[in-house]
């Protein structure tokens, strides 16, 4: 990250993005917070793949790090089976409670996918304000 207009003598506190995973139930739901502090009140996007590569890179740069695949498809539909709040908007601290809903079968066991978030500003490069993670999920 760079930081603009800090005199060197100042303290900064920077807080990285985070989106926190808890362990999932017995039935499969798996809670999960996003925490942008600095992104309060603007729309977010939340997927999941299958893979981190290739990424969607972007015309600044950066790269989501997420692949496009049929889970990522599935995980960016409206009503997304793996996560109904998979689209929405921050509060007023920057932050977003929701789920993803794994269904509890043998066939996942052992398989990892991966989630990443964005934050969406028209302001910003490629109207991405910030890109988090990849983060694995690991059944």
């Not at 309060?40 to 893979?51: E, H, I, K, R, T």
């Not at 740069?61 to 997420?66: A, E, H, Q, S, Y």
């Not at 997304?80 to 007023?92: I, K, R």
Request: with cysteine; net charge negative.
């Amino acid at each position: 990250q760079n930081v603009v207009n800090v005199a060197a003598d100042q303290r900064v506190t920077i807080v990285e993005p985070t989106l926190l995973m808890a362990e999932a139930t017995p039935s499969g739901i798996r809670p999960w917070t996003l925490d942008i502090s600095t992104d309060s009140m603007l729309p977010y996007v939340v997927g999941v793949s299958a893979a981190t590569t290739p990424g969607f890179a972007l015309s600044d740069g950066r790269v989501i790090p997420l692949a496009y695949d049929a889970v990522l498809e599935a995980s960016l539909m409206a009503n997304s089976p793996f996560s109904p709040q998979n689209v929405g908007s921050l509060d007023a601290v920057g932050c977003k409670y929701g789920q993803f809903n794994f269904p509890q079968t043998p066939l996942l066991n052992g398989v990892t996918l991966w989630t990443s978030a964005v934050t969406i500003d028209p302001a910003s490069p490629a109207w991405v304000r910030n890109i988090v993670g990849p983060f694995a999920i690991h059944f």
